[in-house]
């Protein structure tokens, strides 16, 4: 100890008797309704992403819906355009010959022309189909089924007389031509000469109602067949006509093609849809899958041929006889689906976009939050006090995020200075005690004290730099106070070389005396094993006493407003102190003396090693206290020559005689009296 009585600063009084609770009477704040709380990477992600996938998404599907009704719309009047391409063109083709037999029939009707004048006849057909290239053959047949024809052949216009009777293969057009009135159609016909099947409208004609005859008009499907093929190289649409499911009329793969249908009775004289080369258009009706029409008069087929799929589109078109032809165009799935792949690579782009968005979004959300959550976990271990452990919060990209790292490293610096002059222990049992009896008021507890003091302390700082002394005070300090913070005690405060520590405050202890008895041999432990390293090293062993005692003090916050402490006062403090002091003439040349009184003795419950050292009289108060020493094994006979015998001992202060109280040990001077003590 120092040697000047302000070694020890005095103890603030006891609080007055109206500011002291009983122990465990704090009114507890009730609790309160647990509020959900989110994770902010949560928050964060679900707001960022959330906001993300709904402004791009709603972008997107508006993109794509009027994309989609505008692409949909386009393949609509594509196909729409393209059927009706393909039936103008068609009727083009078959028009013409509607015209010739209107045109040669008005010549006869108005007598321009002699129904029976052959030579005139053939002059005046020759010259109409001379300049109607799209039709084949014209004829004009008379009532008695005779008359002239006059047709292409081999690049030529060849002239014939007809005779029709006696045939037995007429045309029911040609036998109904009396009792009609308008041009009609026949169903398709082999006409041997030419090998090949044709198309016939029959005009009937009439002069002052007066029946004279048919005029008959004939179009080559193998030129409605070289039309296609003309429509494929310039457009680049795979049109044909059909004239049932099972017939093909016209085709670009039937150019160039000769078929003998003389003794076909089984249908038309038309090839089958098998005989052309074209086989997705032979497996159209027998495996062809329907789909959704673009339009209702549309109807649409999939077909799936040689690993490569098709889109048939087809309509029916009316007006060149009984049966209804069929028109088609088939595309390849690849040609037909461009404009719904382009839709779909742009929805495909979109959702790319979208994904990029919310993943940036959440990548964000994420860099943010981990930030935050680096800054949550770090108050968290602020609220531990925890300074060491905490690492440096590192810089950010956003201003604010940064400013508070800035903010938070430089105050964990402070703290980490702050922490050597606080109890960490201590103000953490305060921080738990004030949320769960929701104040820190001072209140009257049983508590254990321990005072402890390294015996010619002064003569050793005399040889010591001033380095050296606090290094030396500072290893001292760290060895005590681990031991007694391993069971749960509190430091107080450091008093020059002595050391002032309790247990049972600021949080209830009901086994204080074991804890401190406890603390008190981990001490004993560790000083000497402390002073064999220390000889080791060649330096003098430090000898050390411990003084004990528990009992009823006032624990609460006491100082002035300026400066505050939490501490303990009373009565049983300065009988700790006082024991401590009394050690002092019972060490003899032991490296540690434990002395503790009765009370916390018997509290104790054999925790700890005692021996019984009798009846004592301490400085500055009446009676006797009962004491017992901390003794190893090896340290009883020792303790056994100190035990002094008394008259009548008691286990705790008495009412003896006073007796002389012990004379200091040599080189140290009596120790102040502390306040808060007795003062007798």
Same mark, same amino acid.
């Given at each position: ?353 979208? +994904?990029? %968005? !919310?993943?940036?979004?959440?990548? @964000?959300?994420?860099?943010?939050? &981990?930030?935050?959550? /680096?800054? #949550? $976990? ?61 104040? +820190?008021? %001072? !209140?009257?507890?049983?508590?254990? @004290?321990?005072?402890?003091?390294? &015996?010619?302390?002064? /003569?050793? #700082? $005399? ?218």
């Amino acid at each position: 100890m120092s040697d000047t009585p302000s070694a020890r600063p005095q103890i603030a009084p006891p609080l007055p008797a109206k500011a002291v609770k009983p122990a465990g009477k704090a009114a507890a704040k009730p609790a309160g309704r647990r509020r959900l709380r989110l994770p902010i990477a949560a928050v964060l992600v679900a707001g960022f992403g959330s906001l993300m996938l709904a402004a791009v998404a709603s972008v997107l599907v508006l993109g794509l819906v009027s994309a989609s009704t505008n692409t949909f719309a386009l393949l609509n009047d594509k196909a729409d355009l393209a059927l009706a391409g393909v039936e103008v063109r068609v009727r083009h083709q078959l028009d013409p010959a509607r015209e010739m037999a209107r045109f040669v029939a008005g010549l006869i009707e108005r007598g321009d022309l002699r129904a029976g004048d052959n030579t005139a006849m053939i002059d005046t057909l020759r010259g109409a189909l001379a300049g109607a290239p799209d039709v084949t053959g014209l004829a004009f047949i008379r009532p008695d089924l005779t008359g002239v024809r006059v047709g292409r052949l081999n690049g030529g216009l060849v002239a014939d007389p007809i005779d029709l009777q006696g045939d037995s293969d007429i045309p029911p057009e040609i036998l109904d031509g009396p009792n009609r009135s308008a041009a009609t159609w026949a169903d398709p016909r082999w006409l041997k000469e030419a090998q090949n099947s044709f198309v016939t409208l029959y005009q009937p004609v009439r002069r002052d109602g007066r029946y004279l005859g048919q005029v008959a008009v004939g179009v080559s499907l193998g030129d409605l067949s070289r039309f296609l093929s003309v429509l494929y190289v310039e457009q680049g649409l795979n049109a044909f006509v059909l004239y049932d499911q099972n017939h093909v009329l016209a085709h670009p793969a039937l150019v160039g093609r000769s078929f003998d249908f003389s003794g076909k009775l089984d249908g038309p004289p038309l090839p089958r849809t098998d005989q052309v080369d074209d086989p997705a258009l032979a497996a159209l009706w027998s495996s062809g899958v329907p789909v959704q029409s673009l339009k209702k008069r549309v109807e649409a087929r999939a077909v799936q041929v040689l690993g490569s799929d098709y889109i048939f589109l087809t309509r029916k078109m009316s007006g060149y006889g009984q049966q209804d032809w069929i028109i088609g165009i088939g595309y390849r799935d690849g040609e037909l689906n461009v404009e719904v792949r382009r839709l779909y690579i742009t929805g495909a782009v979109g959702l790319a976009i979208l +994904l990029v %968005s !919310v993943g940036v979004a959440l990548l @964000v959300g994420r860099r943010i939050s &981990r930030q935050v959550a /680096r800054l #949550a $976990e770090a108050a968290d271990r602020v609220r531990a006090f925890e300074f060491r452990a905490i690492s440096d919060l590192p810089d950010s990209r956003l201003r604010e995020m940064a400013r508070a790292a800035t903010a938070f490293n430089a105050m964990v610096a402070g703290l980490r200075w702050f922490e050597t002059y606080v109890p960490k222990a201590l103000v953490l049992r305060l921080m738990r005690q004030r949320e769960t009896e929701g104040g +820190l008021d %001072s !209140v009257q507890r049983e508590v254990t @004290v321990m005072f402890t003091d390294i &015996r010619g302390f002064s /003569r050793m #700082a $005399e040889h010591m730099a001033a380095a050296d002394t606090a290094a030396l005070l500072n290893e001292h300090f760290t060895l005590l106070a681990a031991c007694i913070e391993a069971e749960g005690g509190t430091v107080d405060k450091f008093i020059g070389d002595s050391l002032m520590a309790f247990w049972g405050a600021p949080e209830a202890q009901e086994d204080h005396a074991v804890r401190g008895l406890r603390a008190a041999l981990a001490i004993h432990h560790a000083i000497r094993a402390d002073n064999r390293r220390r000889v080791a090293e060649g330096r003098a062993p430090i000898h050390v006493r411990v003084g004990l005692h528990s009992g009823p003090v006032v624990v609460g916050n006491i100082g002035s407003d300026s400066r505050i402490n939490y501490t303990i006062v009373g009565d049983t403090v300065n009988v700790a102190a006082r024991i401590e002091e009394l050690s002092a003439a019972l060490q003899g040349e032991s490296e540690v003396i434990v002395l503790t009184s009765g009370v916390t003795a018997a509290k104790g419950k054999d925790a700890v090693p005692l021996v019984r050292q009798g009846g004592r009289s301490l400085r500055g108060r009446t009676g006797m206290t009962e004491l017992w020493r901390l003794v190893l094994e090896e340290e009883k006979k020792d303790a056994a020559k100190a035990a002094m015998p008394v008259s009548a001992p008691s286990p705790a202060v008495g009412t003896a005689p006073p007796s002389a109280a012990p004379p200091p040990v040599a080189g140290e001077t009596a120790k102040p009296v502390l306040a808060g003590k007795d003062t007798a």
